[in-house]
């Protein structure tokens, strides 16, 4: 069992270009969640899909788009990056009527 | 608006002492309240609180909830420099399973 995995670790974009944060997880769990993670700021939850077929946007979404290709695995899309999304990104899942989240170790985003 | 507001932000205790880190809340439709442990990479779950009043221990960590008064506690015990670590506590709502997160408490152990 890898758990949550996420790719890349580390990514370093300049303004305006577009990338993909993936993520995926070997546990069968329904819901999935992306989350940045600032300074002194905590978690902040981007987007979640609480079920195959379902995304929702949480506290922070814009400027990010997700997709959730499969039960497995569940996308962060920035289409145009600005500085403002240089962050650490985290995804992290849930069984189903679970509350106890799993995270991947994350992503180290810059942006230029 | 739902917020979860951890206090105090840092801490700074010699190897031993005890702390009690502190977690208040306002959200709808309330859940569980969940405290994990972040070293510098992802975070781990230590506990989760759906009860008022029912104390969870782990060895010399315990935490307790107070559903009346919106908050929880997580004490920490004979502290070692291996507790050094940002401690954050979420709330998890009925509403599409949504987890709201706190700013974390950073609690350096020093020898």
């Known amino acids: 069992n890898a758990g949550v995995t996420q790719t890349p670790k580390f990514q370093v974009l300049k303004t305006g270009q577009s990338m993909t944060l993936q993520c995926a997880q070997d546990?069968?769990?329904?819901?999935m969640y992306w989350y940045r993670q600032d300074p002194g700021m905590g978690l902040r939850l981007i987007y979640y899909?609480?079920?195959?077929?379902?995304?929702d946007k949480g506290e922070v979404p814009n400027g990010y788009n997700v997709s959730r290709l499969n039960k497995r695995e569940f996308s962060l899309r920035l289409e145009s990056a600005a500085p403002s999304q240089t962050s650490v990104y985290f995804c992290?899942?849930?069984?189903?009527?679970?509350?106890?989240?799993?995270f991947g170790p994350g992503t180290r985003l810059t942006v230029l | 608006e739902d917020k979860v507001v951890q206090s105090p932000l840092s801490l700074v205790v010699h190897e031993g002492d005890t702390v009690t880190l502190n977690c208040s809340y306002e959200?709808?439709?309330?859940?569980?309240l969940l405290w994990y442990k972040q070293e510098k990479k992802a975070p781990t779950f230590l506990f989760m609180l759906t009860s008022s009043g029912i104390e969870k221990k782990s060895g010399r960590l315990s935490s307790i909830l107070d559903k009346k008064e919106l908050f929880s506690i997580l004490n920490i015990t004979a502290t070692q420099t291996g507790d050094s670590a940002v401690y954050l506590c979420?709330?998890?709502?009925?509403?599409?399973?949504?987890?709201?997160f706190g700013t974390g408490t950073s609690l350096t152990v020093i020898p």
């Open positions: 979420a709330v998890g709502l009925n509403t599409g399973n949504q987890f709201y």
């Open positions: 546990m069968n769990h329904n819901s």
């Open positions: 959200v709808t439709n309330f859940r569980s």
């Open positions: 992290a899942s849930t069984r189903p009527l679970g509350d106890t989240q799993y």
């Open positions: 899909s609480a079920s195959e077929g379902t995304t």
